[in-house]
């Protein structure tokens, strides 16, 4: 029952307490130097490789960091945030905000609107998983690509580490790559980029390129 999933987070959560995004360094020079070698090496190219003025998803946005990402290293972005918990009131005029469930992403956009879609740590978060990716095919663009961030599954078993998958208490599951790779095939999105990363995350891109009812 969709029902029993949460309808937002507190807002302690996000940290909105501690100053939220007003007081990070957004700037070219401190990005390229502080953010994890991970997302240097992968989410950078994703988004410096989005068509010009594209259109780009923040799903599960929280309060918008990937969003502050994106415009610094591409500007011209055209950008839009969802988030369960109404965080609307953290993000500048220029970003599109829509308060609203991953699981119900069909309902929030039309269909082949976004060139790009972002969406860090929000699946291991989701009873239903499976309406998110439905809804990642539903509104990107045919050739449109996806990257999601996900905590690596191997954390299931460190459970003395602060790092342990359940240490959040709003985590339901993990995920495999294997477990991963299935999902996006199933529901017609085409994994061109799948990497495990120690014990902190792993990385997928994403190409709608398939025809919906085949795989």
């Known amino acids: 029952d969709k029902n029993m999933n949460y309808k937002s987070f507190p807002k302690k959560y996000f940290n909105i307490s501690q100053g ?24 950078k190219p994703f988004i410096m490789n989005l068509p ?13 960091k990937a969003c502050m990402i994106v415009k610094a290293y591409r500007p011209d972005v055209q950008l839009y945030a969802t988030d369960i918990s109404d ?10 905000f829509k308060q ?3 699981e119900d992403l069909k309902s929030l956009y039309p269909e082949n609107f976004f060139d790009g879609i972002i969406s860090l740590h929000l699946i291991e978060h989701l009873i239903f998983p499976m309406d998110m990716i439905d809804g990642i095919w539903h509104v990107l663009k ?8 996900t905590p690596n599954w191997t954390r299931v078993f460190v459970p003395f580490s ?3 998958f359940y240490n959040d208490y709003t985590h339901i599951r993990p995920f495999s790559v294997f477990a991963m790779t ?15 990363a120690r014990t902190n995350f792993w990385f997928g891109k994403t190409n709608r390129s ?6």
């Not at 939220?20 to 990005?31: A, H, V």
């Not at 999105?189 to 799948?194: A, F, G, R």
């Open 100 to 102: 609203g469930s991953a």
């Open 162 to 164: 602060y790092m342990f």
């Open 182 to 196: 299935k999902l996006f095939v199933e529901f017609n999105l085409k994994p061109i980029t799948i990497k495990p």
């Open 20 to 43: 939220n995004n007003k007081n990070d360094d957004f700037t070219l020079e401190s990005l390229d130097k502080n953010l994890s070698p991970y997302r240097l090496k992968y989410l």
């Open 142 to 149: 045919k050739g449109g690509r996806v990257f999601i961030e």
């Open 52 to 64: 010009k003025n594209a259109k780009l998803l923040d799903l599960g946005s929280g309060t918008g």
């Open 210 to 215: 398939l025809k919906k009812g085949k795989k």
């Open 87 to 96: 965080l609307g009131e953290h993000f500048p005029k220029d970003i599109d």
